[in-house]
C-alpha cells in the first residue's frame, strides 16, 4: 500500500522568511495531494491540494509543486506569519475510492 | 455551509467499559471517513462510507470497533470494550461523490484510563 514519508518533523523559522515542507510517497498510482494545517485542538483544515497532471499551484503565501517522477511534492510558505504556527500534514490519495494516507506530520513554529 | 459535526468533544472512560461517537457530514456529502489520531501521528483511516455502504473497513480493529451509517447520513463510531492504546482523537471527515477534497471535523478526544 502507499506510504507517506514527510521531512522535517520541526521546524522553526523567524517571521517573514520562507518554509518549506517535503514530502515523498511510494504508490505511483497515487493522484491526489493535499496539504492540512492542524492547530491545536482542532481537525485537520485543508489549506491546498494539487493533482497529479499539474506541477505547481499557488494560493497567495501558500504554494506546492509536484514532481511524480521522483515521487514527491513540497509546501512552500512565504512570508510567514505567527498564525502560521501549526502542524502540517501532507497526504496522498490514489484513484476515488482509495483513502488518504498521511504524513506524520511537521510543526511549525514561526518566532516573531 | 456548515461543517462537519462532532460530539462529544471529549470523553473519559476507563479500560473496558463502551463509548461512542457521532459525525454528521456536510449536508449532500456522500463520503464517510472515520480516523484515529494517535498524538503525535498523522491520521490513520479506520473506516469509509459511501451512503450506508462500506467501502473501505480493512483498519478497523472490528474485535472491538464497530461504525455504521444506516440512513446515509450520520454515523456513529462505537468501540466496546476500550483499551489504554485507544486513547486517541476520532476525527470524522466526508467528501462529494467523485470529489477527492476531504473535510475534517474537530475531533473527539478519547482518553481510556
Known amino acids: 500500500g502507499e506510504n507517506v514519508e514527510q521531512h522535517p518533523s520541526t521546524l522553526s523559522v523567524q517571521e517573514g522568511d520562507s518554509a518549506v515542507i517535503k514530502c515523498t510517497y511510494s504508490d505511483s498510482a497515487s493522484n491526489y495531494f493535499p496539504w492540512y494545517k492542524q492547530e491545536l485542538g482542532k481537525g485537520p483544515q485543508l489549506i491546498i491540494d494539487i493533482r497529479s497532471n499539474v506541477g505547481e499551484k499557488k494560493d497567495q503565501r501558500i504554494a506546492v509543486t509536484l514532481n511524480k517522477t521522483a515521487k514527491h511534492f513540497s509546501l512552500h510558505i512565504t512570508e510567514t506569519q505567527p498564525e502560521d504556527s501549526a502542524v502540517y500534514f501532507c497526504a496522498a490519495r490514489g484513484n476515488y475510492g482509495q483513502n488518504f494516507v498521511f504524513g506524520p506530520g511537521t510543526r511549525l513554529s514561526v518566532l516573531p | 455551509e456548515a461543517g462537519v459535526a462532532q460530539s462529544p468533544r471529549y470523553k473519559i472512560i476507563e479500560k473496558r467499559q463502551s463509548v461512542a461517537f457521532w459525525c454528521n457530514p456536510i449536508?449532500?456529502?456522500?463520503?464517510l471517513y472515520w480516523y484515529q489520531q494517535i498524538l503525535g501521528q498523522g491520521p490513520k483511516l479506520l473506516i469509509q462510507?459511501?451512503?450506508?455502504?462500506?467501502?473501505?473497513d480493512s483498519q478497523l480493529p472490528k474485535d472491538r470497533f464497530s461504525a455504521e451509517r444506516l440512513k446515509g447520513v450520520d454515523s456513529t463510531l462505537k468501540i466496546q470494550p476500550a483499551k489504554l492504546e485507544d486513547s486517541a482523537v476520532y476525527l470524522c471527515?466526508?467528501?462529494?461523490?467523485?470529489?477527492?477534497?476531504?473535510?475534517f471535523g474537530q475531533g473527539t478526544r478519547l482518553t481510556v484510563v
Open positions: 471527515a466526508s467528501s462529494l461523490v467523485g470529489i477527492p477534497e476531504a473535510f
Open positions: 449536508s449532500g456529502h456522500a463520503t
Open positions: 462510507f459511501q451512503n450506508n455502504g462500506v467501502v473501505d
